[in-house]
Structures are given as C-alpha cells and as structure tokens.
T-cell receptor, first 113, second 113 residues
Framework: NAGVTQTPKFQVLKTGQSMTLQCAQDMNHEYMSWYRQDPGMGLRLIHYSVGAGITDQGEVPNGYNVSRSTTEDFPLRLLSAAPSQTSVYFC????????????FGSGTRLTVV | GENVEQHPSTLSVQEGDSAVIKCTYSDSASNYFPWYKQELGKGPQLIIDIRSNVGEKKDQRIAVTLNKTAKHFSLHITETQPEDSAVYFCAASRDQAGTALIFGKGTTLSVSS
C-alpha cells in the first residue's frame, strides 16, 4: 500500500514548455485533488475530482488541465508553463463518506525559468 | 466561495507552554474543519478534525473548538514539545468527507526547549 504517489519530485521547465505531473493512489479513493503551495499563500485548490470521469475547478484553475480516466490516476497538465506556476504541487485523495481527512502525496517542486 | 483566515502567521512558545491557532471562515454552509501539520519537505498530515455537529474534540494534547455562530474554530496544543514545531494549516469544506478543502495560509509554530 503506497498511498499517494507523485512523480516527478523535482522538475525544471522553460517558459512555454508543457508537462504532466503524475498522481496515483492505490487506496481506491473516489476523491482526488491538486493543490499548489506558495510561500505565505498556504495551499490553494487547483482542480478536484469526485470520481472517474468527473472533474471540477478549484480556486486557481487557470493554466492547468486535469482528467480522471481511472480511479487511481489524476494527472495535472501544464500546457504552456509560465514563471508564475513555479510552486510546490501536492496531490491528495480521500474516500467518499470517510470520517478522516485527505491523504497527501509528498509533493512535486516545479521551477519555471 | 469559501475564504479561510488563519492567525497568527508565526507563533513562538517555550516547551511546555500552550499554543493556540485561530481560524475564521466565510461560508456558513461549511461543516467540516480539519487541521493539518506539515513538516519541512513533506506533505500535510491530518492531526485532528471537527464536524459542525460537535463543538469540541480532543485527542491527547491536541484539541479543536468550533463556534458555528461566529464562524470560527481554533486549534489548542497543550504541553508543547520541540517536535510540535511545524507549519499548521486549518481548512474548511461543505462536504463532510472534505471534498474541495479550502485552506488557511498557515501558522509556523516554533517550540524552543
């Protein structure tokens, strides 16, 4: 049982490049979310999903796309990276009806130059 | 949408003292309020949570109180230890399972021995 696995752990992109941040969970959780963490800003919700085939926007969705084709995976896509997207990205998952909080991954540190 | 304010942003205490972190929220429909602890280089980890039908919850040295009328909730840590040093985040959600959690900006707690 690996929990929530994020890859890569570190990434440097040039402005305009595209990439996908991977997130996978092996707990059969229905709910998955992506957050970005910036100094002094806390954790801000980018996109979330309540099940396969269902996604919704969070607080800061612009510049990011998501899809949820399987229960296990919830990739986050940056189509044209910008320096403002330099951040630490966290993926989290939870079970519908759970009486406990989200399980977070260990994060991906992304730098856009 | 929901807005969560968290105070103070930094808190320094002596070992053995108590620490209190306060949060206010704006959405009266929010009914789930978790607290997360984040250590350096790691993802946030749930330490305690409370639901709207409960006014107070305690787990050993940690307690959370909720005032739905005033729309604020607080984290209380008693007998602080150096290992309590971390960043603490409060969050709020309309969903009891915690879908689409909105976080405060965090409190950096330093416990000196």
């Amino acid at each position: 049982n690996a929990g929530v696995t994020q890859t890569p752990k570190f990434q440097v992109l040039k402005t305009g490049q595209s990439m996908t941040l991977q997130c996978a969970q092996d707990m059969n959780h229905e709910y998955m979310s992506w957050y970005r963490q910036d100094p002094g800003m806390g954790l801000r919700l980018i996109h979330y999903s309540v099940g396969a085939g269902i996604t919704d926007q969070g607080e800061v969705p612009n510049g990011y796309n998501v899809s949820r084709s399987t229960t296990e995976d919830f990739p986050l896509r940056l189509l044209s990276a910008a320096p403002s997207q330099t951040s630490v990205y966290f993926c989290a998952s939870n079970h519908r009806g759970a009486n406990y909080g989200y399980t977070f991954g260990s994060g991906t540190r992304l730098t856009v130059v | 949408g929901e807005n969560v304010e968290q105070h103070p942003s930094t808190l320094s205490v002596q070992e053995g003292d108590s620490a209190v972190i306060k949060c206010t929220y704006s959405d009266s429909a929010s009914n789930y309020f978790p607290w997360y602890k984040q250590e350096l280089g790691k993802g946030p980890q749930l330490i305690i949570d409370i639901r709207s039908n409960v006014g107070e919850k305690k787990d050993q040295r940690i307690a959370v109180t909720l005032n739905k009328t005033a729309k604020h909730f607080s984290l209380h840590i008693t007998e602080t230890q150096p290992e309590d040093s971390a960043v603490y985040f409060c969050a709020a959600s309309r969903d009891q399972a915690g879908t689409a959690l909105i976080f405060g900006k965090g409190t950096t707690l330093s416990v000196s021995s």
